[in-house]
């Protein structure tokens, strides 16, 4: 760069790029003014870098040049982008609490935008996701909640790009590295029968309910009494979608009942078409409302402290599924009973408990043969075989027999 360059650069004079444009500085932004056919653009390139400024003119050049230019595009706000992906979450039927998450990260946006000073959606750029998950950072949210709430704000820029409302994708460069799961409390079954014992009527019961089959919460919560399906021989409970509720990533399924599930849902009165409900109040005498997941935790929350065990709600799902593994019910099994779990998830849950693991490494070394070699339990045949009369004998010509049809 020569001196007269340099210094025309440092002092905000304008640098011809190209046959028509020019750029400049103006408070360490690159700034561009062409005119062609007679239209003139004057805007922000948006970014600090001379050489990036310069090729983001001479796009701008080339497509004024070539009349394939709409620089209209890029004036949709922020708002006016948030505000038609609602729309498009309400018409493609998300559920009312998928709804709330996504409009909570939506007001986050419109409060950047407004400290930043960046109303369009186009300014929604690296350093505005920055200054996004910072603030989420000093907020204490979790890796994950903060990745979710990323992936969020992508998919409004995504929404209005697919509709061609944006020239550029201003979060270009943008990558989305999934947190790894932390690990999570895991109860072993003593420990759950201890939580149960402790609890009473009428919270014991959908405790029980998520301890005996692994449901979600939500699941529970919606269960009516269509869905119970409890006589017969293979009883079963539905887990379909309601008004204005479906389950997380719709799976609709059947699960088998265990014989105490059986007896605890044979147990409750019939007074609503919810199988658990709210005590009674004076807007509800008779006690027919659903029950309240945030009363069911807060109460769970109390047992535990009480007892010194960590967990949650979701813990007794955790631990289903984590007794189930450990019993050897096979994980296309598991996957049936709890819906949809990513392999990434059933790998975290499917742990065995460390009671569980030190009985195995026991047994694994208590089974060493002469040799000094551990000796693994045997497997179970999936298909005992039939023994004649005379043992080994007539199962190895009834095997010949049929080796010789095959042939």
């Not at 690990?183 to 759950?192: A, G, I, N, S």
């Not at 719709?250 to 199988?275: M, Q, T, Y």
């Not at 047992?303 to 096979?330: D, K, N, Q, W, Y």
């Not at 996957?335 to 026991?362: C, K, N, P």
Request: glycine share 8%; proline share 8%.
């Amino acid at each position: 760069m020569t001196d007269r360059k340099k210094k025309s650069a440092d002092d905000g004079s304008p640098i011809k790029v190209g046959d028509y444009a020019r750029i400049w500085r103006r408070g360490g932004t690159w700034w561009i003014n062409i005119q062609v056919h007679r239209r003139q653009v004057r805007r922000s390139l948006e970014t600090t870098n001379k050489a990036e400024a310069t090729k983001r003119a001479l796009k701008i050049e080339r497509g004024m040049v070539e009349g394939n230019l709409d620089l209209d595009r890029d004036k949709i706000t922020l708002v006016e982008a948030i505000d038609a992906y609602d729309a498009f979450l309400v018409s493609e039927g998300r559920a009312p609490r998928t709804l709330t998450q996504y409009r909570h990260t939506f007001k986050l946006m419109r409060q950047i935008a407004t400290e930043l000073g960046r109303p369009l959606l186009i300014q929604v750029d690296l350093s505005f996701v920055d200054r996004f998950r910072k603030l989420r950072a000093e907020q204490g949210k979790a890796p994950k909640t903060i990745h979710t709430e990323t992936t969020i704000l992508r998919q409004v820029v995504n929404h209005s790009r697919r509709r061609n409302l944006l020239s550029r994708d201003p979060l270009a460069g943008l990558r989305l590295a999934k947190p790894k799961p932390r690990p999570q409390p895991c109860w072993t079954r003593d420990e759950v029968q201890r939580i149960l014992a402790a609890s009473r009527p009428p919270h014991r019961h959908p405790l029980e309910l998520l301890a005996e089959t692994g449901m979600r919460v939500g699941e529970v919560k919606h269960l009516t009494w269509p869905d119970v399906a409890a006589d017969g021989p293979h009883p079963v409970v539905h887990v379909r979608p309601k008004d204005g509720w479906k389950p997380r990533t719709g799976d609709i399924r059947a699960i088998p009942l265990s014989p105490r599930a059986v007896e605890l849902l044979g147990s409750l009165p019939r007074h609503s078409k919810w199988v658990f409900t709210a005590p009674p109040r004076p807007s509800d005498p008779k006690g027919q409302r659903q029950i309240s997941e945030r009363r069911l935790l807060l109460h769970l929350k109390r047992l535990l402290a009480r007892i010194g065990l960590p967990g949650h709600l979701h813990t007794f799902r955790h631990a289903f599924i984590s007794h189930a593994a450990s019993e050897g019910v096979p994980e296309a099994v598991i996957r049936s009973w709890v819906g949809h779990v990513s392999a990434e998830i059933i790998r975290l849950y499917m742990h065995i408990a460390d009671r569980a693991s030190q009985g195995w490494m026991q047994r694994l070394h208590g089974q060493a043969g002469s040799n000094g070699k551990p000796t693994p339990p045997a497997k179970p045949s999936s298909s005992p075989k039939r023994k004649g009369k005379r043992g080994g004998k007539e199962d190895g010509k009834r095997e010949g027999k049929q080796e010789g049809k095959g042939g």
